[in-house]
């Protein structure tokens, strides 16, 4: 039997199908699917031989929560990074339209790529993002006063030791302050026509391959900006997991809030469904498996 090399393993994650790759990081760990199945007994998840069979040889997909509960300790117990198989059960055209897309993909602002070309992509594409939070809170005039990333980034090649954050403020604003934990702030370019800032973060070190890195970095706004009307991200590859959360002031709470996504910034904006405040007046939606393209939200005041 050919051994699975972890850059094996590593390539099939990426493009899957989800059968390949788990039958690959089984066969990668040296695990039998009783081994597996006792495992997954001992954490109260019940999956039958002839099941986990079928999944790693294509004849069923997990689609039950009961079943993709199962998957995401399957991830666990072979050591795999957080939601990488459950990306691999969403259809292709839902995960990706190709595989980096374009920052003018997602930004229609003409300067968005001069900022990028002045600071350089170095070792961006060496990373896998796998968790990213953004935090908005709006101010009681309806203006957006802060935004706040938490992400997680997994190398896929040594070396990497920084990351680009680019944000263009929905009424072209650009940020009063900044913060960053984690990292420090390198070359930081802004359009002020445009509203578009582009900060390099850098690491603490060269990470090694298959490392993970934590950092947290935002923006601030004078209170004299415009109301804002919507709030997302832009992936330009596919991302494990997005959250998003707005924080409204109790005297400036919408009316009504909408999940939004749209392909590349030539689509037009999409609503997914409604969104439902919560009594501490933020509202949220996470999604795991995220496709490359825009994702946020927008509401309506009155």
Request: glycine fraction near 8%.
């Amino acid at each position: 039997m050919q051994m699975v090399t972890e850059d094996d393993l590593l390539q099939m994650m990426r493009n899957g199908p989800f059968n390949v790759a788990l039958h690959a990081a089984i066969q990668a760990r040296g695990l039998s699917l009783e081994a597996l199945r006792r495992r997954l007994e001992e954490q109260g998840i019940g999956v039958s031989l002839s099941t986990l069979s079928y999944w790693q040889r294509g004849r069923t997909r997990p689609e039950r929560a009961d079943s993709l509960r199962a998957v995401r300790a399957l991830e666990v117990i072979l050591g795999l990074p957080r939601h990488s198989l459950l990306t691999l059960l969403k259809p292709s055209a839902e995960r990706s339209a190709g595989p980096w897309l374009p920052v003018e993909e997602l930004c229609t602002e003409p300067g968005v790529r001069d900022l990028m070309d002045e600071i350089g992509e170095r070792g961006e594409r060496r990373l896998t993002g796998l968790s990213l939070h953004d935090q908005h809170v709006i101010g009681p005039d309806r203006e957006l006063r802060e935004v706040r990333t938490r992400a997680v980034f997994q190398a896929q090649r040594r070396g990497a030791d920084r990351w680009i954050a680019v944000y263009h403020h929905p009424q072209r604003v650009l940020p009063s302050s900044r913060f960053a934990r984690g990292c420090r702030f390198g070359r930081v370019r802004v359009d002020e026509a445009s509203g578009l800032i582009a900060a390099e973060l850098l690491f603490d070190r060269a990470l090694g391959r298959g490392e993970t890195y934590l950092l947290e970095y935002g923006f601030g706004f004078d209170e004299t900006g415009p109301p804002v009307l919507e709030e997302g991200r832009g992936f330009r590859a596919p991302q494990h997991e997005f959250l998003i959360e707005v924080s409204f002031h109790p005297s400036a709470l919408p009316a009504r809030c909408y999940r939004t996504w749209r392909p590349n910034a030539q689509t037009a904006l999409k609503d997914l469904g409604d969104l439902r405040p919560s009594r501490y007046h933020s509202v949220h939606f996470i999604e795991f498996g995220v496709t490359a393209g825009y994702h946020g939200m927008r509401w309506e005041w009155e």
